[in-house]
């Protein structure tokens, strides 16, 4: 059984950058065909898919975040992260890490953020 762990800081000032990690356990994040993804929920919205990196280490973004969003991984310690740079009000949301292949079969709780001065 794969799990996912968000893990970072709680509040972030307007302007700073936003770093998130996701610790897996069950499971390389190298193995095959597998897609690591971070997702977040605004309040009263919907989910959106901020992008992902594949097993292979190749990174896709949703462009509507206008480049603001970088993802990386950790192979030693089995760990993918989350940079969302200038952040704003409306970056305040849950945060979720998930994984699997064409489709998201695994979810972590999911982290709150808020952004506020």
């Known amino acids: 059984q794969v799990q996912l762990q968000e893990s970072g800081p709680g509040l972030v000032k307007p302007s700073q950058a936003l770093a998130l990690t996701c610790t897996v356990s069950?499971?390389?994040?190298?193995?095959?065909?597998?897609?690591w993804r971070w997702i977040r929920q605004p309040p009263g919205k919907g989910l959106e898919w901020m992008g992902a990196?594949?097993?292979?280490?190749?990174?896709y973004y949703n462009p509507s975040l206008k480049g603001r969003t970088s993802i990386s991984w950790d192979t030693s310690k089995n760990q993918f992260s989350l940079q969302l740079s200038s952040v704003t009000p409306e970056d305040t949301g849950v945060y979720y890490c998930?994984?699997?292949?064409?489709?998201?079969?695994?979810w972590g709780r999911g982290t709150l953020v808020a952004v506020s001065s």
């Open positions: 990196i594949g097993y292979d280490g190749n990174t």
């Open positions: 998930a994984s699997g292949g064409d489709d998201v079969d695994y």
């Open positions: 069950g499971c390389s994040i190298t193995i095959s065909h597998y897609v």
